[in-house]
C-alpha cells in the first residue's frame, strides 16, 4: 500500500474467523472534509459510487456497506478484499483507507468531586469537615458550581457501553426542557424504548454493524447483552454517572462502603448516550468488551451532528496506532473543528513507559490518580503480626483458620509458575477447607482468584501483590473474606508458613476511612508516556481521580463482572483511567457552562496550567515508587476545575493550527481549503501548555502564544520563572508580558539550550529529565511542565 499521507484514513475490518487470503474485511475509506453542500442521502450515494467501482454488482456494493460517514466525518466504511481495497485507494478524491482495529475497552462517585473541591452545601455525616483553608476552598467550589449552574445547558456525550436509565442517578427531577439546539434521537432496542429517555438522558444511540461482521449475528444469550442503548456491563453507566450524574444521597457499595451522596461533576448537565462497545460472546464479562472502530467512527459522527458540547471516551488500547491509523484520534479531529471537547483515557497500561492511549493533541488525554479514601480491613497472624489492608469484601470471618499457601495446596500437574497463582481449578479442596490461601497476583484475575478459593472450601484469602505490582494494593468485591498485602507482607507470611508447624490467620472486615494516607498520588495501572507517536507533544496532559471510584452501576452486572455472582449492585466501585476521563469530562462541561466562547485548546490549557503538583499534605505527588510522579505520569498535575475557571492566561489553537501540525507529521491533504507551507514548523512549536524536546543536542527555540482570559482584570504584567530539567537551561525571550486587555495575545520564546561540559553516562544519555516553567501576575500562577531528553 501506498504511504497514507491523510489525517483521516478509513477503515475496513476483516472478521477475524477468515482463513481465506482474500476474505473481506472491513476498512475504513477517508475522503476528509466535505466538500459542497451535499445533502445526507446525496453524500451516501457518491459513497456508494466508489464501493460500485470495485464491486461485482450494486447489490454487493449495497450489502458490503456498514457506514456511511456524512455529517462531519466524510467517508464509509465497508467490507473488501484486499485487492478493492489497493484499487479503490488510487481512485481519485480517496484520501486514504487502513483497515479497523478492533478495540478492547480497559477498566480503562461520592467522595472524588468533594476531595477536588466541588461539593454541596450538604456534607456526608462520616466525613471529617475540613477548616480553615480548606473551608475556603470548598466555599469557593461551591460558587463555582453556582456559577456554573452545575453544567445547566450542557450537553456531554458519552462512548461507552450504554446506560442503565432506572439508576437515580440519571432522575430527571426538577431538570427543565430539553435544549433547543439538540438534534439526537431516542433509539429504542431490546429492553429499552422512548420512554427510557428524560430531560436528563435526553438521547441514546447504539452502533453494532461492526461488532456483528466481526462475531456475527448478534445473539442475545450468547452475547449476554443488550441490542439497543441499555448497559448489560455498568462500564458505560459508572463513566456517565461519574461525569453528569445527579445527586444521590446515601449511595454505597457492598453494603455500605463508600456510603455519602453521589454525584457527577456537573449534575444538570444533559446526557446523551453512545452505545458502541459490547460484550464479548460465551465469556466473562470482566474480561472486558469490545469496541469497533467503524462503530465508534459512526458514534462520534452522529454525536457531533446531534449537538454535544462535550466527548468523554473511556476506550483505549494496549497498543498504541499512528493518527492516521486512529479512528477515535480521526473524530476527535472533526469534533474539535465544531468546538467539541473531546477527553479520553490515557490507559491502564503503566507503569511501563510508552504505554499511552489518545495522544493527539486536540485529545484531553487523562491520567489516574488516588482520592484520600480507603477501604482498611485488617489481618492478624497466628504468631500476633497484625497489618491493616485493603478490603471492600462483604463476608466476615467468625475466627482463626489455618493459614496455607497455594503452591502448596495444589493438584497434580499445575505447573510450577502457576501454582501459586490460584487459577481456576488448581487448588485441591481436601487441602483447602476451612483455610485461608495466601494467593499471588500475575496470572488470571484477582476475582477469579477468590472464586477459586470458595470453591476449594475455603475460609478466606490473602491476595499477595508480586514485585511487578509494586505497593498498590486493587479493591475488588471478592466472594471470600480477602485482606491485599503488598511484596514485603507477602514475604513476611511466607516466612511465617515455613516457620511455624501451625500457621493460622484472621481476616478482619473493611471499613471506610478517610485522610488516612497522602493524596493524590499516581495509581501503578495509569499507562505513561512518553508519547511514542509524537514525542514533541507531552502526554498524559492531566490526571484526575480514578482508583476506587463509586459510581451507578447496570441491574444486568455483578459488582464483580462474574457470571456467578448473583449479587445486584445499583452502585458498584470501580477503577481505572475509564473513571479518571469522565470526571475530566465533568469539569469541561462546567467550564463550558461558564465560558461557552472558549475554544477546545482553551478549556485543555485552563485545566493543565491551574493543575495540583502538590497532595494534601503540601508535598510533591508520588508515584509508586515513592518518588515525585514526573509528566509522563500525572501530565500537568491534578486537576483543578474551580482554578480553571480563571487560568489568568491560555494557550489556544484553533483547526487550522492542528492541521499545520498535522504537517509536522506527515499528515496532508485533510482538508481541501488548507495546504502546508514549504517550510513546515516542528511539531514541538505547536501551542500547546506544556513542552517536550526529544534528543536534544543544541539549542533549540520553542515559540508559544499566550492569551489574557484574566477574570474582569484587563491590565496585567506576567513574569516568567522556571526550574530548568537537569543538564539544561530555560529562558523566555521576553521574560515579562504585558497586557492592557482581555483577549490580547502576547507571543515569547522559550529558548532550551543543553549546558556546556555536561558529562552523561550510558545509562542517563536519551533518559528524560523534568522541569517547568510558568508566568505568574499577582493573582494567577500560569505552570507549564518540561520534558527533555539530551542525546
Known sequence: MKKLTSLFPLLFLVPLLASCADEKQVYIVYFGEHKGDKALHEIEEHHHSYLQSVKESEEDARASLLYSYKHSINGFAAELTPDQASKLEKLAEVVSIFKSHPRKYEAHTTRSWEFVGLEEEETDSDVPRRKNDADDRFRVGRNFLKKAKHGDGIIVGVLDSGVWPESKSFNDKGMGPVPKSWKGICQTGVAFNSSHCNRKIIGARYYVKGYERYYGAFNVTANKDFLSPRDPDGHGSHTASTAVGRRVYGASALGGFAMGSASGGAPLARLAIYKACWAKPNVEKVEGNLCLEEDMLAAIDDAIADGVHVISISIGTSEPYPFLQDGIAMGALHAVKRNIVV??????????????????????????????????????????????????????????????????????????????????????????????????????????????????????????NVAANGNEIPTDSHFVPTAGVTPTVVDKILEYIKTDKNPMAFIKPGKTVYKYQAAPSMTGFSSRGPNVVDPNILKPDITAPGLNILAAWSGADSPSKMSVDQRVADYNIYSGTSMSCPHVAGAIALLKAIHPKWSSAAIRSALMTTAWMTNDKKKPIQDTTGLPANPFALGSGHFRPTKAADPGLVYDASYRAYLLYGCSVNITNIDPTFKCPSKIPPGYNHNYPSIAVPNLNKTVTVKRTVTNVGNGNSTSTYLFSAKPPSGVSVKAIPNVLFFNRIGQKQRFKIVIKPQKNQVMNATEKGQYQFGWFSWTDKVHVVRSPIAVSLA
Open 343 to 464: 477527553a479520553a483515557s490515557a490507559g491502564n497500561s503503566g507503569p511501563k513507559p510508552g504505554t499511552l492511549s489518545n495522544m493527539a493533541p486536540w485529545i484531553i488525554t487523562v491520567g489516574a490518580s488516588t482520592l484520600d479514601r480507603v477501604f482498611i480491613g485488617g489481618l492478624v497472624l497466628g504468631n500476633g503480626y497484625t497489618i491493616k489492608t485493603n478490603s471492600i469484601t462483604a463476608f466476615k470471618m467468625d475466627k482463626f483458620a489455618p493459614l496455607v499457601y497455594a503452591a502448596n495446596v495444589v493438584v497434580s500437574g499445575i505447573a510450577l509458575n502457576d501454582s501459586s497463582q490460584c487459577l481456576p481449578n488448581s487448588l485441591k479442596p481436601e487441602l483447602v477447607t476451612g483455610k485461608v490461601v495466601l494467593c499471588l497476583r500475575g496470572a488470571g484475575t484477582r476475582i477469579g482468584k477468590g472464586i477459586e478459593v470458595k470453591r476449594a472450601g475455603g475460609a478466606g484469602m490473602i491476595l499477595g
